[in-house]
Nanobody, 120 residues
Framework: QVQLVESGGGLVQAGGSLRLSCAAS????????MRWYRQAPGKQRELVAT???????NYADSVKGRFTISRDNAKNTLYLQMNSLKPEDTAVYYC??????????????WGQGTQVTVSS
């Protein structure tokens, strides 16, 4: 199967930066679109950013100009560079990916999440 493991979360002051990583491993043939979601306490999970296999990107309005999504296809790794962080960015951040396995079956996978806390 396929595993997605996030890292890089933590506590940062407002205005600071963090870089999240998501490493995919397992029976991977190819990885298609990859995404970052986040879920704040008491709120629904929301889509933060998407990157296609061709590296086209899309962002939620709330993070445009502050966050940058990128990927390293050779390492099967997804990144989220977060700058100018605000307290409202506090959430658990989840990696999500559409992965085609070596059995040539495409499924959607989630990581376990990493906590980002921004203090004011």
């Amino acid at each position: 199967q396929v595993q997605l493991v996030e890292s890089g979360g933590g506590l940062v002051q407002a205005g600071g930066s963090l870089r999240l990583s998501c490493a995919a491993s397992g029976s991977i043939f190819s990885i298609n679109a990859m995404r970052w979601y986040r879920q704040a306490p008491g709120k629904q999970r929301e889509l933060v950013a998407t990157i296609t296999s061709g590296s086209n990107t899309n962002y939620a309005d709330s993070v445009k100009g502050r966050f940058t999504i990128s990927r390293d296809n050779a390492k099967n790794t997804l990144y989220l560079q977060m700058n100018s962080l605000k307290p409202e960015d506090t959430a658990v951040y989840y990696c999500n990916a559409d992965v085609t396995t070596r059995a040539i079956r495409t499924s959607n996978y989630w990581g376990q999440g990493t906590q980002v806390t921004v203090s004011s």
